[in-house]
């Protein structure tokens, strides 16, 4: 039997983190708060690994986030959920789903 056969019942599906929305991209992503250094690491589960050096305390992890995407993609960028969690969702505005996923993950680590 070839080895490739068990492939889809091990691995599950792969699901992108980018979604298009009316006004841009919506993101998810899975923030780790407390990290050496601010950076887009790849993919976690369905969503965009990112790390800051910012504490997860008083909203300073979450402006971490908002400044490294906005930075990284070119776009304004605006927190629609997550304010108290590691996973996030994010909007990108102006940018669409295949720009933004050019933009982080160019350069990360997986």
């Known amino acids: ?11 599950p599906c792969v699901v992108s983190p980018f979604h298009a929305h009316p006004e841009g991209t919506e993101v998810v992503v899975w923030v780790v708060p ?24 008083g909203g300073k992890a979450n402006k971490a986030v908002v400044r490294l995407i906005s930075a ?16 996030k969702r994010l909007l990108i505005e102006g940018k669409t789903p295949r720009e933004a996923a050019g933009s982080l993950l160019s350069g990360a680590g997986s």
């Open 1 to 11: 039997m070839p080895e490739h056969r068990w492939w889809p019942t091990r691995y």
């Open 34 to 57: 407390g990290a050496s250094r601010t950076e887009v690491a790849g993919l976690h589960d369905g969503a965009l690994r990112v790390r800051v050096a910012a504490p997860p305390e």
């Open 72 to 87: 990284k993609t070119g776009g304004r960028v605006r927190l629609l959920s997550g304010t108290a969690s590691r996973r």
